[in-house]
């Protein structure tokens, strides 16, 4: 079954820190590229990390040097840190993997062309992320 479970998500001023998990499912394995994507109401979703097979990462430009994207397989954990908050980070954030197996999508590829498809990936329910002037 394909399950993913954002928390950790919260309201901070400018300039603070939250650090967002995601638990997924044993049907995500390590082959599996994984990110993470937020929306705000009226806009489009934006990828804004994502880390493939081989634990190569890719940010969206805005994020880059800010947020860290990890991942634990032993813990079926996804991780977003994100440090230096700005009121223009405040949206919704999913957790994403690819839904197919033995993809091997890189984390460029997947941030940019599949990450926001629900036909190419699974996600979670979202957690809001508020961040105030």
């Known amino acids: 079954q394909m399950q993913l479970a954002e928390s950790g998500g919260g309201s901070v001023q400018s300039g603070g820190s939250l650090r967002l998990s995601c638990e997924f499912s044993?049907?995500?394995?390590?082959?599996?590229?994984m990110g993470w994507f937020r929306q705000t109401p009226g806009k489009e979703r934006e990828g804004v990390a994502a880390?493939?097979?081989?634990?190569?990462?890719d940010y969206e430009d805005s994020v880059r040097g800010r947020f860290t994207i990890s991942r634990d397989n032993a813990k079926n954990t996804l991780s977003l840190e994100m440090n230096d908050l700005k009121p223009v980070d405040t949206a919704i954030y999913y957790c994403?993997?690819?839904?197919?197996?033995?993809?091997?999508?890189?984390?460029?590829?997947?941030?940019?062309?599949?990450?926001?498809?629900?036909?190419?990936?699974?996600w979670g329910q979202g957690t809001q992320v508020t961040v105030s002037a």
């Open positions: 994403a993997a690819t839904k197919l197996k033995n993809n091997y999508f890189t984390a460029n590829y997947y941030l940019r062309y599949i990450m926001t498809s629900s036909k190419l990936s699974a």
């Open positions: 044993a049907y995500f394995t390590s082959n599996h590229t």
């Open positions: 880390v493939d097979w081989l634990g190569n990462t």
